[in-house]
């Protein structure tokens, strides 16, 4: 059975740090993109950032970029997020997602959608 | 950025009415279109990719078309599992969803 599952979330300042991690299991891990997505309490989906198969093409959101780092260990099928510099709007559910296809294009992943999700981990950035 | 446009924000529907979601995007987007279905609580569900193929498992009363800009979500006839939030999500450039609609009963 496909599952993903994260850790690595919790309470910390503004400023602070955390690294997420997605540990994977069920499939070959290295044919598949990897995302992250977030979901703000009350608030709808937002894409966070994705990584291709290699790890050697990552993608992030706009609002991220310079302050979130992700990266993969093919050897050990873990996903991880290091989100540095937090905000109070860095505050959500942070859902770790596999690529249903197993090839990113030059602009993005998930071509084809998120197949199978996480059930998150919870981030929240408070003093 | 492609920005994602879902109408409506929330509809009140019976069981057995049919509903249909419709998600817009701000530039052609081909059909790199999916929809999500998001139950309180829980991770959201792919339920369909490129714009009108559908995940395994995924009941037939579900229909999904578009391409370009324009795309939908008809539901033929609610059942009671069907109330939840759905969200459509581009990937043509980087990754954007919709703001969601939520489907409730009415």
């Known amino acids: 059975e496909v599952h993903l599952l994260e850790s690595g979330g919790g309470l910390v300042q503004p400023g602070g740090s955390l690294r997420l991690s997605c540990a994977a299991s069920?499939?070959?891990?290295?044919?598949?993109?990897m995302g992250w997505v977030r979901q703000a309490p009350e608030k709808g989906l937002e894409w966070v950032s994705s990584?291709?198969?290699?790890?050697?093409?990552?993608f992030y959101v706009d609002s991220v970029k310079g302050r979130f780092t992700i990266s993969r260990d093919n050897s050990k099928n873990m996903l991880h997020l290091q989100i540095n510099s937090l905000r109070a709007e860095d505050t959500a559910i942070y859902y770790c997602?596999?690529?249903?296809?197993?090839?990113?294009?030059?602009?993005?992943?998930?071509?084809?959608?998120?197949?199978?999700w996480g059930q998150g981990t919870t981030v929240t950035v408070s003093s | 950025d492609i920005q994602m446009t879902q109408s409506p924000s929330s509809l009140s529907a019976s069981v057995g009415d049919r509903v249909t979601i419709t998600c817009r995007a701000s530039?052609?987007?081909?059909?790199?279109l999916s929809w999500y279905q998001q139950k309180p609580g829980k991770a959201p569900k792919l339920l369909i990719y490129a714009a009108s193929s559908f995940q395994s498992g995924v009941p037939s009363r579900y229909s999904a078309i578009g391409s370009g800009t324009d795309f939908t979500l008809t539901i033929s006839s609610l059942q009671p599992e069907d109330f939840a939030t759905y969200y459509c999500?581009?990937?043509?450039?980087?990754?954007?969803f919709g703001q969601g609609t939520r489907l409730e009963i009415k």
């Open positions: 069920g499939f070959t891990f290295s044919n598949y993109a």
């Open positions: 990584i291709s198969g290699s790890g050697g093409d990552t």
């Open positions: 997602a596999k690529d249903y296809a197993r090839y990113c294009s030059s602009t993005s992943c998930a071509l084809y959608g998120l197949d199978v």
């Open positions: 999500q581009q990937s043509y450039s980087t990754i954007t």
């Open positions: 530039q052609s987007i081909n059909n790199y």
